[in-house]
């Protein structure tokens, strides 16, 4: 049971946060939503200092950005999702589990200024583009032209920030991690991978 004076029990497994969404959006979460414990370890590095603000990089449904917001309330968590309707579910997963530190932006990440955060999460959302099935939906364009458009210009973004921004990739190929940035942590089988920029 949840509500006001329990005790909230979505954070206790992935298969609990899951019972958020649809039941559509649920079969979803093991190929595109963040694992519980990647989440939890993500935050964690991103949120080391005071009122860090923190930008998940294609956000689907919010997952990263509500067990970020939730275990570490000191920081402030976006998310940027270009799909509408994965935004809504995403608002209202917000709105149900009644997270303060949480805001979700609807659009292309290439219309967001970087230096309004200070570090980035980064579960591979350009990947849809080389894959040829695994898609979340046929709603938008997908080519591997738009892959290499999209990995430059997180590149670039990167690049132009300061020295000691931090960066957690989760099964990413690497493209759009600037040479500037130093791994300094990696877990599950290598697919996380922390980064600092020196």
Not at 32 to 44: D, L
Request: proline content about 4%.
């Amino acid at each position: 049971m949840d509500n006001i004076t329990s005790k909230p029990t979505w954070y206790t497994s992935d298969a609990a946060f899951d019972w958020l969404y649809p039941e559509r959006i649920q079969r979803l979460s093991k190929q595109h939503w963040t694992p519980m414990e990647v989440a939890k370890k993500s935050a964690r590095f991103l949120a080391t200092g005071t009122k860090k603000r923190i930008l998940d990089i294609g956000c689907g449904v919010g997952k990263f950005c509500l067990i970020g917001g939730h275990f570490f309330p000191e920081a402030q968590f976006s998310g940027v999702e270009q799909r509408k309707e994965l935004f809504h579910f995403a608002q209202a997963a917000k709105e149900r589990t009644n997270t303060q530190n949480v805001n979700f932006i609807n659009n292309n990440f290439t219309k967001i200024d970087f230096d309004d955060f200070d570090h980035f999460y980064f579960y591979n959302a350009f990947f849809e583009n080389l894959a040829e099935e695994g898609q979340i939906d046929q709603g938008i364009e997908y080519s591997v032209s738009l892959y290499n458009y999209y990995s430059r210009y997180m590149y670039k973004c990167l690049e132009n920030k300061p020295a000691g921004t931090r960066l957690v990739t989760f099964h990413s190929l690497e493209d759009e991690v600037p040479p500037s940035y130093q791994l300094v942590d990696a877990t599950v089988d290598f697919l996380l991978k922390m980064w600092v920029k020196r």
